[in-house]
């Protein structure tokens, strides 16, 4: 049975569940931060998916994008599927801009995460949950 | 008119010619890293792409992930579209392996990069060319 990595667990708000992802926030408000995480257990690269399943988490990968790139006018969409540490495939999807902390660098390892208050994250939640779903 | 990125085109060399892509192999002996670019101009964003030639740009990553996978049995694919520095889209797809120069980081800042000798890079260019036209 597919069960969330407990890292991305952590690190993580569930934002809504897709046809075969679920698409998650970073707790971290330097950046929006997505996490795309296929559930398909034992899953560790995108080209293990199968023809439909490759065909649909594409197509989730260009909504979320096109989403935060709606919602952010981002200077930058970074897309990223890395697993080194985390093998459970997780794929990133983060709205970037001139001036970020990282900028123009990937966010990868670069400083501490700042938590959300609270009220900004159930703020962001809702609001990308409502987008995704249209 | 479609052109490669000056600084692209310095720092690769070419595979192959894809459907809608070019893939080249970057110079730098320390991984397997590839860069597909599609040549379409002026294009920035994954999610840009049109319908068909989006599908078409994801088989291509597929196919050359399977590629390296196959033929390099790395540890992880690593795959990225970030282009902060290089608007020009440009998807890296790394071989990576426990023990490689930036590993488990992502390779990108890591470094300085390892030219490859001549008979080095022709002999993975040729392999990797009669491998993606299978």
């Known amino acids: 049975m597919f069960e969330l990595h407990p890292r991305l667990r952590a690190d993580t708000f569930l934002v809504t569940k897709m ?3 679920s698409l998650y926030l970073m707790n ?7 996490i795309l995480v296929p559930e398909i257990e034992g ?6 998916l199968g023809v439909g399943d490759y065909s649909t988490v594409t197509s989730e990968i260009k909504l979320v994008s096109e989403t935060l790139a709606h919602q952010y006018s981002p200077k930058k969409i970074n897309i990223g599927a890395l697993g080194n540490m ?3 495939l997780h794929i990133h999807i983060i709205a970037r801009n001139e001036g970020d902390f990282a900028w123009p660098d990937p966010v990868w390892g670069a400083g501490e ?3 959300y208050s609270p009220e900004l994250s159930a703020e962001i939640l809702s609001s990308l949950k409502n987008s995704i779903s249209l």
């Open 19 to 21: 046809e075969v992802s």
């Open 28 to 34: 971290d408000a330097r950046y929006k931060w997505l």
């Open 43 to 48: 899953l560790k690269e995108l080209h293990e």
């Open 86 to 88: 985390v093998e459970q």
């Open 113 to 115: 995460a700042t938590p």
